[in-house]
Each structure stands twice: as C-alpha cells, then as structure tokens.
C-alpha cells in the first residue's frame, strides 16, 4: 500500500487521512508518531500500539468489550474527581517515566476508589474515556465506499450536500449501476456519488461522464480510493461550459522540433484537448444507461440539457436535501410527458449502537436523508 492512501482510526475515535509513502514518518499528535515502513505491506485492520516514542507493535484488537450484567447499578455512585487519587501531575510523570498508555490505564483505575461500585456497563465506559486520552494504539483501515463516506459527513457534511449512505445506497440501485453501463452523472457532492458509479463499474466495463462547472471539476473524493488505472480509465469529464461552447482547434505541432521543457507542456496540453474532444463525442453520440443529479443547480434546466442524450426507458434519479426543489421537478416531469412514473421519496434511517447486550438506537442521528426524485425517461409517451 505504498503511495497509497489509508484512515488512521485514532484511540479518541477520530480519524486521520494518510497517505503513506516509503521512508516517512507520520505523527498522531499527542499520541505520537511512527514509521511507515513498519506499516506498509501489513494487513488492514490489525491495531498497532506506539511505544519508545516511534516504535510500534501489533496488539489485539478488541472489537467490543465483554460485559457481564453483575446486577449492579450506579444509584450510590457519585461523578466525583476527588475519588481519583493520582493528579494531572502524577499522570505527567508516568508519561514521562515511559510508561506505555495501556499501563498507565490500569494506573488510573486502581487508584479510582468507587470503580469496583460502578455497573459493568459504567465501567466499560470509564476504560474507554481513559483509552481516548491515554492509549497510543491506531488502526490502519482500507478506504471504501462507505469507510469514505462516513469520514466526509463526520467531518463536513455540507461538502458532500448532507448526503448518507443510505440515500447514497437507493441511487445507485435505482440507477442500475453496474459493469458495461454508460451513465451520465452530475455531481457537486465532491466527487462522493461519481466514486460509487466508478466502483460499481469496476474498470473498463464501462463509462461514467461527469458533468461539472467551472473549468476543472472538484472530484475530490475518487483519489482516497486508490483505484487502479483501469477503473480511473472509466471516468471522463465534461464542463457545463464544453458542452454549450465550441472550443477553438488545437494547434498541433511538430513534436520534434520543440525542446524538452516545451515537448513536456505541449504534450499534456495535447492530451487534455483530446481528452475533452473524446467526451464531447460520446456524450453526442448518446445512448446512456441512466442520469444521476446531485446538484446545487435547478433540476428542471439539468433534465432539459441531459436527458436527449439518453436511451429510452431509462431510469432518472435526482437527490436533493429540500423537498420543495423536487416537487416542482416532480410536476414538470409529469406535464412533459416524457417520463414515466415520477415518485417522491424521503430516505429515513435510524442507526442502532450495536455491542454485546446494549443495542439500543444512537442518542444522536442525522435529522433527514433528503429526498430522492426517480423516474424512468421514455420519447415515446405523448
């Protein structure tokens, strides 16, 4: 996995974006930091402990903790900081003695005096707080779909226009997404809904067409794949600009008689204009497999733009975070008479925390999913 990108899944549960390279070192903040060569070629998901300051090692992973209902409860049990006999101070000082974070946890619980009153579940609670600011121990973890997801609407949601993985899921089953499909796909979510295409795709079995504003699109998310050449082959982009406007002829050059410095410039300059020139021909040539919208643009001016260049009955899915927007899409669907079935739908989801008997619903959860407007596009009704 050299030169490749990975989460860094850290003991506060937070994750860090690394993209490891050979003969480097990678610092976690106040956790520390280590080598990448002592990570590179290893298995995802093993955990690795920091210790002697940049030397890891493999530690076992504990998914969940086992816990055992005692039968006790947390009535008599008061939060008090007084019942923690080591100080700040103290703590510092262990630290600085070298010792390793999982011993200063054991430390820090022998010496709290109302530990053994506390419930099972109490307790489980308490080591994992203690590990969040005392352990050293990260998890490398693949980037996938859903891995990619969950880092980006944790961190800035907005980026990705609120999108979840739910909502993420019904768009590409709907869209029919899959080998040998040709799509068409417009995506201001950074790239997260045209990833999902690539990855159903998976390679050369068939094309994805991007369609972005400005002058080079923000695909931001597809690199933290780390797809091969063969599935990244599969995606072409398009401007909104290079589809309306006629772009001048290249000036094509003698190859030989330019220097090196002006060959190197000549020749990506040369591949881009062929590049979009490839694109402009197939989006023309039409005949795509389906449309996908996740767009800050009105859908209406989209559908009237795009869909002559499918093939007909084909399916049409279009998310948007307020329902309002793809109410007057929904109607304008139904007076032009080349759509089929235009549905309405509010994706809802509730997420469950899922550990050894205390599954029960998160306290906290995404107030909406959006709503997703599908429909299939047919010429032939009138």
Known sequence: MDNQYVFIVLPSSNIKVVKLQKDTTVSLGKFGTF???????KPFG??????DRDKIKVIRNVAFYEVDDSGANNQETIDDPSKQKLSYQDIEQLKKDGMEGQDIIKKVI??????????????????????SKFSRVFTPVRPTLYSV??????????????????????????????????????????????????????????IVLGIHDGEYHNYDI??????????????????????????????????????QKDLKFYLRKKANYEKVQEARKILWKGGFDGLLVASQYQPESILDTLVPYLAGSRPIIIYHINREVLVNTCVHMRISGKFLNPQLTESWLREYQVLPGRTHPSMSTSGGGGYLLQATYTSTIT
Do not use: C
């Open 35 to 41: 080598h990448t060569n002592d990570i590179i070629g």
């Open 110 to 131: 022998e010496s709290h005096s109302s530990f053994d009153k506390k419930t099972e579940y109490s307790k489980a609670k308490y080591i994992k707080r203690k590990e």
């Open 149 to 206: 997801w969950e880092y980006f609407f944790a961190k800035n949601p907005s980026k990705i226009r609120d999108m979840r993985i739910d909502t993420l899921s019904q768009m590409l089953t709907i869209s029919n997404a899959r080998a040998y499909a040709k799509l068409l796909v417009v995506d201001d979510t950074q790239g997260l809904l045209i990833t999902g295409v690539m990855e159903r795709l998976g390679g050369s079995y068939g």
């Open 222 to 259: 597809v690199r933290y794949m780390n797809f091969s050449k063969k599935v990244n082959d599969s995606l072409m982009v398009l401007s909104w600009q290079q589809i309306f406007k006629e772009e001048s002829p290249f000036n094509y050059q003698d190859e030989s008689k330019l220097s």
């Open 46 to 51: 093993h955990s690795y402990e920091i210790y």
